[in-house]
């Protein structure tokens, strides 16, 4: 089987991907810098399935490090890139950090694509690239509409790049999955998110406030054009999520997509509000989480859910786990990684 790189591999949605790789048979080699994450990560994914992935800690920035990886006489099959910061607020406060580190590490990736080292792109793309969608639910043709943050905008120019990319050089061959909110923790419980100091997602401010860390949950808003005024996004269980990944990689390698990039929406489908998450999370973990109602949080949309009809056909892929199961697998998560870090 063809070997899949993965960047940002020891990351969130990365880890659960090489998990869902192995259990595929296919051999990963993860490429990380680990900026954002431990190498305690590779015993969470070694103990589930028990194959220890090859691992290369390296900045993709790094384009004489990247080419001695790809040097190395493994034939990628792949490349899965995963490996970016994240963080909307802080990309609004650092904006060349992020430019820098989102752009050269992709354009370092395509250079070595275009250098004949691997034909296949897979890359994370984000709901974020549309904004406050016209229509919803929201499909992939929908128009890009002006960012809100830097993050936002590296997502639209990466996927614009790789676009030209793929169309000047006809060998090479790239996906691009759009997610929408993904939360959740593999069902082991074993491997999940570690938001870096104060998190700024819900589910892991959730999780936190359940577990004693914070004190308090602040909700943004009860005051949108929403049934219970709260905002409405689209989660879906990470290990869902993975499993889009190896669907996208099989479609390239069996070259079943052969001009332009594609992109596909990752979501449920269904647009859940923060009131209901906090209610749902209650009743399946038989838990309070303290929090109260305050403003608006600057730059957030009103409601955004995925048209994910495209990948139910085109990958055969959809998010199976219910809400339920997703959040029983965040507190599960958040108890274990509190457990083993005190
Ligand atoms: P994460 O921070 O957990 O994982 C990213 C990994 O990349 C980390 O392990 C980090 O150490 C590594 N990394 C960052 N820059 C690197 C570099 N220059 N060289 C090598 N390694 C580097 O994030 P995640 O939540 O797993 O997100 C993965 C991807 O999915 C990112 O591109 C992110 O923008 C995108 N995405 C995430 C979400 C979300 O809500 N988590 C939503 C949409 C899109
Ligand atoms: C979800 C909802 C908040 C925290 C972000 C990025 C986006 C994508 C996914 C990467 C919103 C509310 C949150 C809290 C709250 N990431 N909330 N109290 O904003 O949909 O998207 O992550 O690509 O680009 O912007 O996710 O989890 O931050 O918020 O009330 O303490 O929860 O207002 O309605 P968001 P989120």
Redesign the pocket.
């Known amino acids: 089987m063809d070997t899949i790189l993965v960047t940002g591999g020891t990351g969130y949605i990365g880890s659960h991907t090489v998990v869902e790789l192995i259990e595929e048979g296919f051999p990963v080699v993860i490429a990380d810098n680990l900026s954002n994450s431990d190498l305690a990560v590779l015993d969470g994914i070694e103990k589930i399935t028990g194959v220890r992935p090859a691992f290369e800690e390296i900045d993709i920035c790094d384009a004489g490090k990247l080419a001695r990886l790809f040097d190395t006489g493994r034939e990628i099959g792949a490349i899965i890139h995963f490996a970016a910061f994240?963080a909307?607020g802080e990309s609004v406060e650092k904006p060349l950090m992020y430019y820098r580190n989102n752009m050269v590490s992709l354009m370092n990736l395509l250079e070595e694509m275009k250098a004949g080292k691997s034909a296949n792109l897979v890359f994370s793309s984000?709901?974020?690239v549309y904004g406050q969608p016209d229509t919803l639910p929201v499909t992939e043709s929908a128009p890009f509409k002006k960012a809100a943050s830097p993050?936002?905008k590296t997502?639209q120019m990466s996927e614009e790049i790789i676009a030209d990319v793929i169309f000047a050089n006809p060998s090479l061959n790239a996906i691009s999955l759009r997610?929408f909110?993904p939360i959740g923790a593999h069902p082991s419980g074993l491997i999940g998110e570690v938001p870096a100091g104060m998190p700024?997602?819900?589910?892991p401010?959730i999780t936190q406030t359940a577990i004693g860390l914070r004190g308090e949950?602040?909700?943004?808003?009860d005051d949108y054009n929403t049934p219970d005024g709260?905002?409405i996004?689209d989660y879906l269980h990470v290990a869902d999520l993975a499993k889009a990944h190896v669907a996208a990689v099989r479609r390239l390698l069996d070259r079943q997509n052969r001009e332009a990039m594609e992109a596909f929406n990752l979501g449920t489908g269904k647009g859940v509000s923060?009131l209901e998450m906090i209610k749902t999370f209650e009743k399946v973990n038989k838990i309070k989480i303290n929090y109260s109602i305050t403003g608006r949080?600057p730059g957030?949309i009103e409601q955004v859910w995925a048209d994910t009809s495209l990948a139910n056909r085109e990958l055969g892929w959809s998010a199976r786990s219910s809400l339920e199961e997703t959040l029983e697998s965040a507190w599960k998560w958040e108890k274990y990684y509190r457990n083993h870090n005190k």
Do not use: E, H, I, Q
Not at 200 to 203: A, E, K, Q, R, Y
Not at 217 to 221: D, E, I, Q, T, Y
């Open positions: 994240k909307v984000s709901c974020t993050y936002g997502k997610y909110n700024d997602n819900l589910v401010f949950l602040k909700v943004f808003g709260s905002c996004r923060v949080r957030d």
